[in-house]
């Protein structure tokens, strides 16, 4: 490949919908077919060295997008692009860049480490074998100075205390540092991490972003950063620059600087995470609880409309029957589905509407759950 175009996004999606089947049980038993839309017209840029963090309740669409961004789920519609080319042409065999690039170069960490690495593998093992796989013209002595190298670097020091180890015998951050290595290793333009320090103790996380982040220095990586946890996402992202993008029910409802979404958020449902993580604050907030009710609606069956209207407190009557579109807000790439950030429109004459007006649909969820997607 020539060298890539800094001006074009690592990874682009456009308009991308993710849709599942859900045929009622074995044989349909259980009722008639129904589509879950996972992710619904999600439309997303991420730049060189950028780091750009998922936030949103659990069910909320989050993994399924990550996962649509990296090329391990294929969108029901919309495109995906990885620098400029279509990442499913490429799969079909209709792209100037070969599949195989394009899935060397965008790589996932999971929220467990143990289930990502073979437990009858040696440490050395799991590490040297996709180096032997894409850089099959390097030496087995080129191949170890590597993983000693990174070893070392992510402070699992000496290397050879760790090298003949199986999984069962490292600790949860260990493990970790194991399959961040094992990414790096294939010097990749963007890492999904999902849930990636959810698994870990508290003392850790930050000592795990701040590793994330020093690598990024060196390799020149991307991250797509998935959190439940707002003040995980602000950490991260402020020390990098990089932008945090609030999803509900599929939807981006908000995305912009940690200044933006932190200290000035447009959308309801982005004031109702901060509400609902208090060490953003440093004490607990004093303001009531910013949502009308903590029902999710059934994704199967969601409401006209804004999806939120059924839980904000600030819904009218228009938000019942038109879904906003991602309205822009100043200068920067600061944006949010909500009426609310038009001045101009029919929002603001619209009747408000009670609690009675609306009607959750099934299922349940805090609003700063911690269950994964």
């Not at 780091?51 to 919309?78: F, H």
């Not at 960490?109 to 799991?126: E, F, K, W, Y």
């Not at 930050?206 to 990586?221: A, G, I, P």
């Not at 029919?346 to 009747?351: H, K, L, Q, T, V």
Request: charged fraction near 30%; aromatic fraction near 6%; hydrophobic fraction near 35%.
């Amino acid at each position: 490949m020539s060298k890539p175009d800094p001006t074009t996004p690592v990874v682009s999606l456009e308009d991308v919908t993710v849709e599942f089947s859900d045929s009622g049980g074995p044989l349909g038993l259980f009722g008639d077919e129904e589509v879950v839309t996972a992710v619904d017209d999600v439309s997303l840029d991420i730049g060189e060295r950028e780091i750009v963090t998922l936030i949103g309740e659990s069910g909320c669409g989050k993994s399924t997008l990550g996962k649509t961004a990296i090329g391990a789920q294929r969108p029901t519609g919309g495109s995906v692009k990885y620098r400029g080319q279509d990442v499913w042409e490429a799969k079909d065999g209709n792209g100037d860049v070969p599949f195989e690039e394009i899935r060397r170069s965008l790589q996932i960490i999971h929220q467990d480490p143990g289930s990502a690495l073979n437990p009858n593998q040696r440490v050395m093992t799991s590490l040297m074998l996709p180096i032997k796989r894409w850089n099959p013209d390097l030496s087995r002595e080129q191949r170890e100075e590597r993983v000693y190298t990174l070893l070392e670097r992510v402070g699992m020091s000496p290397a050879e205390d760790y090298l003949n180890r199986y999984p069962h015998q490292l600790s949860g951050g260990e493990k970790q540092r194991v399959v961040l290595v094992r990414a790096m290793l294939l010097n990749p333009d963007l890492i999904l991490a999902d849930e990636a320090i959810s698994a870990l103790d508290v003392s850790l996380r930050v000592e795990m972003m701040d590793l994330m982040l020093e690598l990024q220095d060196v390799f020149d990586t991307s991250y797509l950063f998935i959190s439940h946890d707002l003040s995980n996402a602000r950490y991260i992202a402020e020390k990098a620059g990089g932008r945090i993008a609030v999803m509900y029910l599929g939807q981006i409802v908000e995305i912009g600087t940690v200044d933006e979404i932190i200290d000035d958020p447009t959308h309801p449902y982005t004031k109702a995470l901060k509400w609902a993580t208090p060490n953003l604050f440093g004490e607990e907030p004093d303001t009531e609880f910013p949502i009308r009710t903590i029902d999710v609606p059934d994704p199967t069956n969601l409401p006209d409309g804004c999806r939120f209207h059924t839980r904000c407190p600030e819904a009218r009557e228009v938000c019942t029957r038109e879904d906003p579109p991602p309205f822009e807000i100043g200068v920067e790439e600061h944006r949010a589905r909500c009426f609310r950030a038009d001045p101009d429109h029919e929002y603001w004459d619209s009747p408000e509407i009670t609690d009675d007006d609306t009607e959750a649909g099934p299922g349940a969820g805090a609003v700063g759950s911690e269950a994964g997607d």
